[in-house]
């Protein structure tokens, strides 16, 4: 049996309008998961490796490939919320750095088997991210569904370059924009 280990997602950069409206939205045509508030840290290295406390659990995890593709191999492993400053311990021990810390609230439902997060990140922005878990060999039909249910919502994609830039920006700005200096 094919492991669904394979995390698609795409996802768009919204107004504040339209975070408002796609939550009472969604409140309706989909069921609520949760609502979280997420801290999250990127560690530096040649991998995706980050570390996450939010209001249910705590977990560190690697997503393999490059930050802001549309398909990526993802290994996740959930601990104690207590736990997480002695993760960030253990990871400062091996040698990694933050480079970037990330502030969210999220607000999460279930749409037709796809997970929709909408986001407000401190001092980056209002997102929309559709995500499904698949198997390898199903990436390419997921990523064509989400793109369709993006449309339906009448959001258009925010292309990649836009993605890698403010990320950048942010990264290379987070402690000053956040008044963490």
């Known amino acids: 049996m094919p492991q669904n280990n394979i995390e698609v997602e795409i996802r768009s950069f919204i107004s504040p309008r339209q975070y408002e409206e796609l939550i009472e939205f969604f409140k309706n045509a989909a069921s609520f998961v949760n609502e979280d508030y997420q801290v999250t840290y990127y560690f530096s290295g040649e991998q995706d490796l980050r570390i996450q406390k939010n209001n249910f659990f705590a977990k560190i995890w690697l997503k393999k490939g ?24 253990a990871l400062f021990a091996l040698g990694y750095e933050v480079e970037v810390k990330w502030f969210r609230k999220r607000v999460t439902f279930d749409w037709d088997d796809i997970m929709v997060s909408i986001d407000f990140t401190e001092g980056y922005g209002y997102i929309i991210e559709l995500e499904k878990m698949c198997s390898k060999n199903g990436k390419e039909k997921a990523g064509e569904e989400l793109k369709l249910k993006m449309k339906e919502l009448g959001i258009e994609l ?12 942010y990264k290379s700005n987070w402690k000053k924009i956040l008044g963490m200096n």
């Open 66 to 89: 490059r930050i802001h593709d549309e398909h990526r191999e993802e290994i996740e492993i959930r601990f104690e919320r207590d736990s997480f400053d002695k993760m960030e311990a």
């Open 158 to 169: 925010t292309p990649r370059e836009i993605f890698e830039e403010r990320f950048q920006y």
